[in-house]
C-alpha cells in the first residue's frame, strides 16, 4: 500500500506538473492538494508513520517523515519498480519542492541543535596529548575503546563516563606526564610489542633496516638514558617446535634502534614452545621517542631469490595456525623492552623542549618560572584563558611533587593533574548569562576554535567568514589533515571493520592481514587525494588513478610496482575505478567463504546512498551454503531460490541486483569469471528499472542518483564535525552546505567550508529551563 500510494502520488503530481506548465501557470498549493488527495487516504507506514501524516502542500508539518521520503526519492526507491513512473526531472522537481518547503520553515525558525557534554574520545585524546606535551601515546593501552554512534566514535551522546574510565584516565596522566617530563628515577618496567599469527613475515617490513624480512618496527618512548634489555619470543607450532624448524637453521634477527644493528641474534631451531624467548644483553638508549625494529636477515639471493619469494603464498596458511607442517621460515611473535636496568640521566627529548620553556637559575627564580610552564601549558589543554583560581590549584600539586623531589617532579606532578583534569577531559562550552533559556546564541571564539581544532584545525578570528575561510584551506594543506582520511573516511565507509575480516585462509591463500592493511591504505590514500587536490567529491567513484604497494599491486594484477611504498598509479580497467573496485570495499562485504550480494547492495545503500534498508524479518533461514548443496551451485542461483520467500523478496529485489553487478569481484577483491564453475552473470536491475551488467554501470547508476550520495556525504561529515548525531531537524543545514559546493563543482574544501560556516557548527541552542545553572551560565569549575 505504502509503495502504490507514494507511486500513485507522484503520477498524479507528475499530471498536475505537467498541465500547469502547458497553461503557463505553477500549480497553486490547493491545485496540488486536490491532486494528491489520493496519497491522504494510505494507511500505510513509512517509518514507524503513515503516509496520511503528511502533507505535501506543507512537509514541514511533518518535516520526520518527509525527510525520510526525500531521501528515498533521492536514491531512486520511489516509486518502486514495475509501477508508473514518472521522468526524472518530474521527481527531481517534487523532491526540490518538498525540500524547499522544509528550508523556508526552517531559516524562519532555526535550530542549531544543543550538542551533549563533549568528553574526548581515544583518537581527540591522543592527538591532544601529542599537541601539548609533543608525546605520541599508545592510548589503546591505556584508555577502553570507545563506543559507537551512527558509525563514528566521537559521537557525544554514548561518550559516556564510568568509573573504569575515570580509573584509566587518572593512571593515564601518571604514565604519560612520566614519559613527558622524563624518569631520573624510572623503575624497569616491561612493554610488549606483538605481531599477529595473520601478518606475513616472508617480506621487508616498513621501518626495519633493508636486507631484513617480517619482524616489527615501532616507535617506542624511553623515559631515561641507561641500559635496556630486548626480549624476542617466536611463534611455535602446537606440538612444540619452532615455527620453520626446517629452514631455522642459519637465521638471524637483528635488533636495531633507528635503523643501527645493536644485538644479532642467532636462531635454534631447536627451540620448544617452553623457551622463554631471547633476551638481549643491556644495551644503552637514549631517553625519548626511538625507533626500535626486530627483523630477520635476508639469507637468500640469485636465483634461490624467486623460489624464497613464492613461499609467500603458503605461509599464509601457516601465519593463522592453521597447517603448521607449511611453515618454511621462522617467524616472530613479540618483541618486548624492559627497563631501565641502570640511569645515567635523561636527555634533551622534544617532550621537554616543548615543557620546559624556562630554567630556575636559582631557588627564588622555581615558582615563577613554575608558573610560566604551567600557565602556557593549561592555556592550551583546557583551550580558555587560564584563571587565577586555576593556577592556583596547579601550581599547589607543583608544590607537592617539589617538596618530595625536585623542579621538574613538581612540574611533572602539576602536568599529572592537569591532564587528569575535567577541564582537559571534557569539552566544556559556557552559556552566556545574558542567554534567555531556550535562545539560539553563538559560540565564543575561544569554543568556536576548540569546535575547529578537533574538526581541523585553529587559529585566527574564526567568527570573521574570509579568516574562517582562509584558515579551512590553509588546515587542508597542512599533513595533519590526513586525519580526514584515517579517521572520517575511515569510519563513514567502515574501514575500522577491517581489522575483524577473516577469509577462510583454504579458500583464499593469497589473503594475510598485510594485504588487508593494504587494502585500507589505498582508500585512505584515495580519499586524501580528494582532500589535498580539492577534487570533486564524486571522484570517489570516478577515480581512474589508486594507490598500491607491491602486496596490493600483484592481487590486483598492476605490473611494475615494487617495494612497501605506496605510489599512485593509473588505472586501466574501468571496473577498478573508485570505490567500488577498491578491495576494502570488497573484502567487507563478503563473507569469509564467499561474495555476499547482500552485504554488497546494503553497503551501497546505506554508506553510500544514506538509505539503510530495514532490517530482515525475524525467523528467515540462512543462505544455504554450496557445501549445503548436492551439486554446485551459484551464490546468485542460491539467493534467487532465497528470494522465492515473499517475506525476503521485497528488500532484496533492493540490494541484490546491486551486489550481483559486483559479483566478478571475489571476497578478498581479485577479478573473476566464475564461481562454482558457473560464468558469472552480473546482470540486473535496480529499483528504478535501470539496467545493470557490472560495475560500470553500477558506477553509472549512482552517478545518475548523485544528489544521494552528496546528501549523504554532506550530512556525515556534519555529524563527524559537530561531534553529534545528525536528525531531519538538521536537514535543512545539510542541504544548506550542499547548495554552496554545488557552486564550485562539489570541490571537498566547499563542504568542510560549509560545513564550519553552518549555524550548527557556530551556534547552540541555551538550554530550555526557566533556570540554568551557575557553572552553565559562564563558571570555570564544572
Not at 559516556?160 to 574510565?165: A, E, I, K, R
Not at 586525519?483 to 577491517?498: C, K, Y
Not at 567500488?580 to 564467499?594: E, F, K, M, P, Y
Amino acid at each position: 500500500m505504502n509503495r502504490i500510494a507514494v507511486s500513485v502520488c507522484l503520477a498524479i503530481l507528475a499530471s498536475a506538473l505537467s498541465y500547469s506548465q502547458s497553461a503557463g501557470t505553477p500549480p497553486d498549493r490547493a491545485f496540488v492538494t486536490q491532486y494528491c488527495s489520493v496519497c491522504h487516504n494510505d494507511q500505510a507506514k513509512t517509518g514507524g508513520m503513515t503516509l496520511t501524516q503528511l502533507d505535501l502542500v506543507h512537509p514541514e508539518q511533518n518535516a520526520e517523515l518527509a525527510e525520510k521520503v526525500i531521501k528515498k526519492l533521492r536514491a531512486g526507491l520511489m516509486p518502486p519498480a514495475g509501477l508508473p513512473r514518472p521522468k526524472a526531472e518530474v521527481i527531481k522537481a517534487f523532491t526540490s519542492a518538498l525540500e524547499n518547503e522544509i528550508d523556508v520553515a526552517a531559516a524562519a525558525h532555526p535550530n542549531p541543535g544543543r550538542p551533549p557534554l563533549h568528553r574526548l574520545n581515544r583518537t581527540e585524546y591522543a592527538n591532544s596529548i601529542h599537541d601539548l606535551l609533543a608525546v605520541d601515546i599508545d592510548v589503546a593501552s591505556l584508555l577502553p575503546a570507545d563506543d559507537m554512534s551512527h558509525g563514528f566514535d566521537n559521537m557525544a551522546d554514548v561518550l559516556s563516563v564510568s568509573p573504569t574510565l575515570l580509573d584509566g584516565y587518572i593512571r593515564a596522566a601518571g604514565r604519560i606526564s612520566r614519559e613527558a617530563v622524563g624518569d631520573p628515577e624510572a623503575p624497569p618496567l616491561t612493554k610488549t610489542y606483538s605481531i599477529s599469527r595473520v601478518y606475513n613475515q616472508t617480506r621487508h617490513v616498513a621501518g626495519t633496516p633493508f636486507g631484513t624480512r617480517g619482524g616489527i618496527a615501532v616507535v617506542h618512548d624511553f623515559p631515561a638514558d641507561g641500559e635496556y634489555v630486548f626480549k624476542l619470543g617466536f611463534y611455535y607450532s602446537p606440538t612444540g617446535p619452532l615455527f620453520g624448524l626446517n629452514q631455522g637453521k642459519g637465521q638471524q634477527v637483528e635488533v636495531a634502534v633507528n635503523g643501527e644493528r645493536v644485538a644479532l641474534i642467532d636462531i635454534n631451531p631447536a627451540w620448544k614452545l617452553a623457551n622463554d624467548g631471547i633476551k638481549t644483553p643491556p644495551i644503552k638508549v637514549k631517553a625519548g621517542p626511538q625507533r626500535i625494529s626486530a627483523s630477520f636477515l635476508v639469507k637468500f639471493d640469485g636465483p634461490i631469490e624467486d623460489e624464497y619469494r613464492m613461499v609467500e603464498q603458503s605461509l599464509v596458511d601457516v601465519s593463522a595456525g592453521t597447517v603448521p607442517g607449511m611453515t618454511t621460515l621462522p617467524h616472530l611473535h613479540e618483541l618486548s623492552v624492559t627497563g631501565p636496568m641502570t640511569v645515567a640521566g635523561v636527555s634533551d627529548t622534544p617532550s621537554r623542549r616543548k615543557i620546559f620553556t624556562c630554567r630556575p637559575a636559582a631557588g627564588a627564580d622555581e615558582i615563577p618560572c613554575a608558573k610560566k610552564i604551567i600557565s602556557s601549558l593549561a592555556h592550551q589543554a583546557y583551550r580558555r584563558p587560564v584563571t587565577d583560581t586555576d593556577l592556583e590549584g596547579l601550581l599547589g600539586f607543583y608544590q607537592q611533587g617539589r617538596n618530595g623531589g625536585n623542579f621538574e617532579t613538581g612540574v611533572r606532578t602539576a602536568i599529572q593533574a592537569m591532564i587528569a583534569s575535567p577541564e582537559f577531559v571534557f569539552r566544556f562550552e559556557h552559556i552566556p548569562a545574558s542567554v534567555a533559556p531556550g535562545k539560539n546564541y553563538r559560540v565564543s571564539d575561544l569554543e568556536l576554535a576548540s569546535r575547529l581544532s578537533y574538526f581541523l584545525s585553529t587559529a585566527g578570528k574564526l567568527k570573521d567568514p574570509a579568516i574562517l575561510e582562509k584558515q579551512v584551506h590553509r588546515m587542508l594543506a597542512d599533513p595533519r589533515s590526513e586525519t580526514l582520511a584515517t579517521n572520517f573516511a575511515g569510519q563513514w565507509l567502515r574501514l575500522q571493520n577491517l581489522r575483524d575480516v577473516s577469509p577462510d585462509l583454504f579458500l583464499f591463500p593469497d589473503f594475510d592481514r598485510t594485504l588487508s592493511d593494504a587494502m585500507r591504505r589505498e582508500t585512505e590514500l584515495l580519499f586524501d587525494s580528494i582532500v589535498r587536490e580539492d577534487r570533486n567529491i564524486m571522484d570517489l567513484l570516478t577515480a581512474d588513478y589508486t594507490f598500491v604497494n607491491d602486496r596490493l599491486a600483484r592481487h590486483y594484477g598492476i605490473p611494475n610496482v615494487l617495494g612497501n611504498r605506496f605510489r599512485r598509479v593509473p588505472l586501466t580497467d574501468p571496473n577498478r575505478y573508485g570505490l567500488l573496485g577498491q578491495g576494502s570495499v570488497l573484502i567487507l562485504t563478503s563473507t569469509a567463504i564467499r561474495t555476499s550480494p547482500v552485504k554488497r547492495g546494503e553497503y551501497v545503500l546505506d554508506v553510500l546512498l544514506g538509505t539503510p534498508p530495514p532490517p530482515p524479518p525475524p525467523n528467515i533461514p540462512l543462505l544455504k551454503e554450496a557445501a549445503d548443496s548436492l551439486k554446485p551451485i551459484s551464490v546468485r542461483e542460491r539467493l534467487e531460490e532465497h528470494r522465492k520467500n515473499p517475506a525476503c523478496a521485497s528488500c532484496h529485489k533492493m540490494m541484490d541486483p546491486i551486489g550481483f553487478a559486483l559479483e566478478n569481484f571475489d571476497a578478498v577483491g581479485a577479478w573473476r569469471t566464475n564461481d562454482s564453475g558457473f560464468k558469472i552473470d552480473p546482470t540486473g536491475k535496480l529499483y528504478d528499472g535501470t539496467k545493470l551488467d557490472g560495475p560500470v554501470s553500477l558506477r553509472q547508476a549512482l552517478l545518475n542518483h548523485s544528489d544521494a550520495f552528496v546528501g549523504t556525504f554532506t550530512e556525515n561529515l556534519l555529524a563527524y564535525g559537530l561531534g553529534r548525531v545528525i536528525d531531519y531537524h538538521d536537514m535543512s543545514f545539510v542541504r544548506g552546505v550542499e547548495r554552496e559546493a554545488a557552486r564550485t563543482n562539489n570541490r571537498f574544501s566547499s563542504f568542510v567550508v560549509g560545513v564550519v560556516k553552518s549555524p550548527p557548527f557556530q551556534m547552540r541552542k541555551a538550554e530550555d529551563q526557566e533556570t540554568i545553572p551557575t557553572e552553565a551560565a559562564g563558571g570555570a569549575n564544572h
